[in-house]
């Protein structure tokens, strides 16, 4: 069974610009959450989408946004990015909605210069 | 000061002993209780999860909540150098909503 695929693993980028980063939950999971993960700041709830549907959102600027498709896989987009942006992106998927039952993937190191 | 606050070790042992991990929350609505372990470059793996107050065991792990003291332990028994990893407590209010994670113990478990 194949886990949460997060792409890409690994993305520099310029501040200023913007990025977007993808997320395949497991088969049959329709709940995807993204959190940010920053040595100071450690795990940070983003957002979640369910067959979607935001259900739930963070305390995070309008920069960062996400959607969901139809096929449940996940998109988070952070525009104008800010040096203070550079994190680990974390997506998590459930069959459910919510947090019981999240799988994580490994995560995208974003770097901003 | 954080809704969740989580000693950032790191915590060194040596192969064998019993380790200790808790977390603090200052907020009474948190009912669910979770520990993930965090290897290098991973995600979060979830190791045991507890609903309210008392003690839940898996093998060599045992959950504590004690929601009156709003205080939460994780204890591995016979800790062996692949338990080293970082240590992640995580809370919710409810099973449908967002985790509110503490900042991570670092453990180091040496041959």
């Known amino acids: 069974k194949a886990g949460v695929t997060q792409t890409p693993r690994y993305l520099i980028k310029t501040r200023g610009q913007q990025v977007t980063l993808s997320c395949s939950p497991i088969s049959g999971h329709r709940s995807v959450s993204w959190y940010q993960q920053t040595p100071g700041q450690g795990l940070q709830f983003l957002f979640e989408?369910?067959?979607?549907?935001?259900?739930n959102k963070g305390n995070f600027p309008g920069r960062f946004s996400g959607r969901q498709f139809s096929n449940s896989r996940s998109e988070m987009n952070v525009s104008t990015l800010e040096l203070g942006d550079s994190a680990l992106y974390l997506c998590a998927s459930s069959q459910g909605q919510g947090a019981l039952g999240y799988t994580f993937g490994s995560g995208t190191r974003l770097t901003v210069v | 000061q954080k809704e969740v606050e989580q000693d950032p070790g790191p915590l060194s042992v040596p192969e064998g002993a019993i380790v200790s991990l808790n977390c603090t929350y200052s907020n009474s609505a948190f009912q669910y209780f979770m520990w993930y372990r965090q290897y290098s470059r991973k995600g979060p793996e979830l190791l045991m999860y507890t609903y309210s107050s008392g003690n839940k065991e898996d093998g060599r792990f045992t959950a504590q909540v004690d929601k009156s003291s709003k205080y939460i332990s994780l204890f591995i028994r016979d800790s062996q150098p692949s338990d080293s990893a970082t240590y992640l407590c995580a809370m919710s209010g409810n099973a449908g909503n967002m985790l509110t994670f503490g900042g991570g113990t670092r453990l180091m478990v040496k041959p």
């Open positions: 989408y369910f067959s979607e549907t935001q259900r």
